[in-house]
């Protein structure tokens, strides 16, 4: 099915590129599956406070942990949910920090089919109108181009933690295209489409979602960690924001953990908890890289 899908897209993309293009932005938006939570998250998820808000008209899920100000927020990556964090959740409060966190349209408890990052950074912004600056975030996958693009929007955190993730937004057009197994015809009507569709009035947009441009907009300290074993986003995404954010940007490879089981990790939890409780200051640059495998650091 999916062989015979890429083959019509592909044929039919040079002579209607605009059906080819809403065909191809649905399958773009649209998660693959509805993972459940796990046994060993569900504990902690059913301590967090649920609330709900609305973006596009579709229910959006929330949990918060703990009562106190600037809290953490916890960003969840693509076909993904709040509760394969709750390992870090744990470490947080640990700490006595309050962490809020949600389901993404089309994810976990939320509603809805298919999300897109102006969806996150809507969400993002509800959070923050509710309550307050965010301390942190911490971010795994496709939520780390969407964190960068919020934070560009008037929304401050001091610090990030990005963990497997997505640098700029042109390469998850360019995996689309790689994973479905179409031609660039049908990515050129898929970029078409998400122009037309999502911003009309700006001719260039693909920039905006760059996380490495314009480094000066986001003076946040940075701790990146990604696995060289990683399948499904590339380890030189890492690379590229530790590179555009200089001194301020530590990044951690991994090995062996790949790109979902880094997130249980506990020495990568340990490491993110410890960056975060570290004082807001700066400090003269790190080595460009630290390199360590899930038992810590070689």
């Known amino acids: 099915m999916a062989s015979l899908l890429s083959t019509t897209l592909n044929i039919t993309a040079r002579v209607a590129p605009g059906p080819v293009g809403r065909v191809a932005f649905a399958l773009f938006v649209r998660p693959l599956g509805r993972p459940r939570v796990r046994a060993g998250e569900a504990e902690v998820m059913a301590r967090a406070v649920t609330g709900r808000i609305v973006v596009d008209g579709i229910p959006v899920t929330t949990y918060r942990w703990g009562e106190g100000g600037r809290p953490v927020l916890v960003v969840h990556g693509w076909t993904s949910r709040a509760s394969r964090f709750t390992g870090f959740v744990e470490a947080l409060r640990a700490q006595g920090r309050t962490v809020v966190s949600f389901d993404a349209p089309g994810h976990g408890e939320s509603g809805g089919r298919a999300t897109t990052i102006l969806r996150q950074r809507e969400i993002i912004r509800q959070l923050h109108a509710q309550y307050g600056d965010f301390s942190a975030v911490v971010a795994h996958s496709f939520g780390v181009v969407a964190t960068f693009f919020a934070l560009r929007d008037g929304i401050r955190a001091d610090r990030i933690v990005g963990i497997g993730g997505v640098a700029d937004f042109d390469y998850l057009a360019t995996q689309f295209r790689a994973n479905l197994g179409v031609n660039q015809a049908v990515e050129d009507a898929l970029r078409r489409h ?67 089981r880094i997130l249980a990790d506990p020495d990568i939890i340990a490491a993110a908890a410890g960056f975060l409780a570290e004082e807001a200051v700066r400090t003269p640059a790190p080595a460009p890289t630290e390199t360590a495998t899930s038992a810590g650091a070689r």
């Open 194 to 260: 998400v122009q037309r569709r999502l911003f009309p009035a700006e001719p260039d947009v693909w920039p905006r979602f760059d996380a490495c441009r314009h480094p000066e907009e986001i003076p946040s300290d940075i701790l990146l960690v990604h696995d060289v074993d990683d399948d499904t986003v590339a380890p030189s995404q890492s690379r590229a924001l530790a590179a555009a954010y200089g001194e301020r940007a530590r990044l951690i490879e991994t090995q062996g953990l790949g790109h979902r």
